[in-house]
């Protein structure tokens, strides 16, 4: 099982480092503007920043299990190039809206669509197997 699922699980370590990188740029911008938890209003900068992250948190569990259903019943190749189109996304839609709301659209509405694929796949797959 580990080597057959080795991509998934790079691509899922991936996405857990980016999702502590995300959270330790939350811990600095608080730092810069003496922000304390629990607390989650302040400067506009940290207000983006914080919500980009928590974003990024809230849609997180739907990434990995989506990953992981669509790799395993689908394709592993497809479901790991989708992952890190993912993770590419979070980037783009995580420092975008740290720099102006509006700028978050593009990497939102692609990582939407990665895991819209995923869940696709995901489900295909599933169904497959049933009627195999």
Request: one cysteine or more.
């Amino acid at each position: 099982m580990a080597e057959s699922a080795v991509l998934l699980a790079a691509v899922s370590l991936l996405s857990a480092f980016q999702q502590g990188y995300f959270a330790f740029r939350v811990g600095r911008i608080r730092k810069k503007y003496n922000i304390a938890p629990p607390a989650v209003t302040g400067s506009p900068e940290f207000e983006r920043i914080f919500r980009a992250q928590q974003n990024c948190v809230e849609f997180y569990s739907v990434f990995i299990v989506t990953l992981w259903v669509a790799g395993l019943y689908f394709n592993k190749v497809y479901a790991a190039c989708l992952g890190l189109v993912y993770i590419y996304a979070r980037h783009k839609y995580f420092w975008g809206y740290a720099e102006a709301a509006e700028k978050r659209v593009v990497g939102f509405l692609l990582s939407l669509g990665a895991l819209t694929v995923l869940q696709v796949l995901g489900a295909f797959g599933i169904v497959s197997t049933f009627l195999a």
